[in-house]
């Protein structure tokens, strides 16, 4: 074994270690006791039960990634990707056909092996607190859909970035860069109108109390807003969500129907001011550059890494080539991607309590966000009393007794 092969086999078990010890004291944080704040919300028994529920998931949790941990040792140090390779090589399909099929190889491989996964979540777990609402038909479907997708998307994309590497020499990774940029801002600007009305129906919201309580909204803060839709997210589970997507003209709001049921319509203002708070504080154009300038450096990193053999004698290949390399390049970016994913998550978090006291000092009504967010709480059977490490390590956002207790100190706001 190279010292290739070694940083990436530690940083694959010190990960897997990492997220077990988060699992354990986090287990061990539940208080036994309802959180003063959600007393009045949080029956005892509904309280057990959203404890149950973090239990059942943190146990399967660690039967996923602990057979996902074999699996990828397995086939590594069984040469699985060196056979493949050899496999494919023997048709003679060129440097871009061949990593099409090497990459799209992988990928249907790993899709196999956690499907029975998912059907386990949403058909036994989330089925059994309550929340499936998925169909057989609907996942199947959804299964093809973005199977589908991934390819229209992906193959033409990974097509080009192979085709760059083999021609462009020392210019590819810049190339790559501007092209895969590119790509992802149109990406997103469909997105609203193409991509996701595939997987949920967007009906424009009808005018009366709660449209002209947004609309209004949205003008006391110059938000300019054309398009607020309800999504059928009752179609695949009782959670709720809200969110914006696209960009531009093209961007619009969209509020799940469960969320409608489950909030009163200023609670809902409160929940769009929040995410219009995303928008004016420029978080969402902070993360496209972070992304961007990510993409950048990944792009420079490989075309060092892709011409170096030790990068393919650690996973046994008998030839080099640009697409393993992309792969085995992936799998030694792991400790700096868990860093930066660290450090994205941090961000987030504050970027919530940002959005949070943007919400509370335009609506003037800390107090909806704060009952919306106790509602969301118990519908969800959110964890309320995660472990610090956990959080550090998991949370994209801040644990919600923070965040209510932050709206709730007025000398923030
Ligand atoms: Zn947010």
């Known amino acids: 074994m190279n010292w290739i092969a070694w940083i990436i086999l530690i ?70 990707f060196a056979y493949l390779d050899d496999w494919i090589r023997t048709y003679n399909m060129g440097p871009v056909g061949s990593g099409l099929i090497y990459v799209g190889a992988l990928g249907f491989i790993k899709l196999f092996l956690s499907l029975p996964f998912s059907v386990y979540s949403t058909f036994v777990i989330e089925e059994r607190f309550g929340f499936n609402k998925t169909t057989v038909k609907t996942f199947i479907m959804d299964l093809i859909k973005s199977l589908v997708l991934s390819i229209i998307l992906g193959a033409p994309l990974l097509a080009g970035i192979l085709y760059f590497f083999e021609v462009a020499g020392g210019n590819a990774w810049w190339y790559c860069w501007v092209v895969v940029t590119g790509f992802v801002l149109i990406v997103q600007f469909i997105a609203p109108t193409w991509i996701m009305p595939w997987f949920n129906t967007f009906t424009p919201l009808e005018s009366g109390e709660l449209k002209d309580m947004i609309i209004n909204y949205a003008r006391s803060i110059q938000f300019s807003l054309e398009n607020i839709f309800i999504i059928d997210g009752s179609k695949r589970s009782s959670k709720s969500n809200a969110f914006f997507t696209g960009f531009g003209k093209n961007k619009r709001i969209a509020l799940y129907d469960t969320l409608v049921d489950q909030l009163s319509h200023s609670e809902l203002v409160s929940v769009l001011a929040h995410e219009m708070g995303h928008y004016k504080k420029k978080h969402i154009w902070i993360n496209m550059a972070i992304g961007i300038f ?22 046994f290949m008998s030839h080099a080539s640009v697409y393993a390399g992309m792969i085995f390049f992936g799998m030694l970016f792991t ?6 994913g660290l450090f994205l998550q941090s961000l987030s978090r504050y970027n919530e309590y940002q959005a949070d006291r943007f919400a509370a000092q335009t609506t003037k ?35 919600v007794l923070q965040r209510v207790k932050r709206l709730r100190s007025s000398e923030n706001y």
């Open 11 to 80: 940083a694959l078990i010190v990960d897997y270690l990492l997220n077990l010890i988060a699992d354990i004291v986090n287990l061990k944080h539940l208080s036994p006791e309802v959180p003063e704040t959600f007393q009045n919300v949080y029956d005892a028994d509904r309280y057990a039960r959203s404890q149950e529920y973090l239990k059942v998931n943190t146990r399967f949790e660690w039967w996923v990634s602990s057979l996902d941990l074999m699996i990828v040792l397995i086939f590594w140090f069984g040469h699985g």
């Open 294 to 315: 990510y993409s950048g450096l990944m792009f420079y990193l490989l075309s060092i890494f892709i011409s170096y053999d030790g990068l393919f004698d650690a996973f």
């Open 335 to 340: 400790p700096i991607d868990f860093f930066l």
């Open 365 to 399: 009504k800390p107090n909806d966000l704060v009952s919306a967010l106790k509602k969301l709480s118990v519908q969800n059977l959110s964890n309320l009393t995660p472990h610090p490490i956990y959080v550090f390590l998991n949370y994209s956002h801040p644990p």
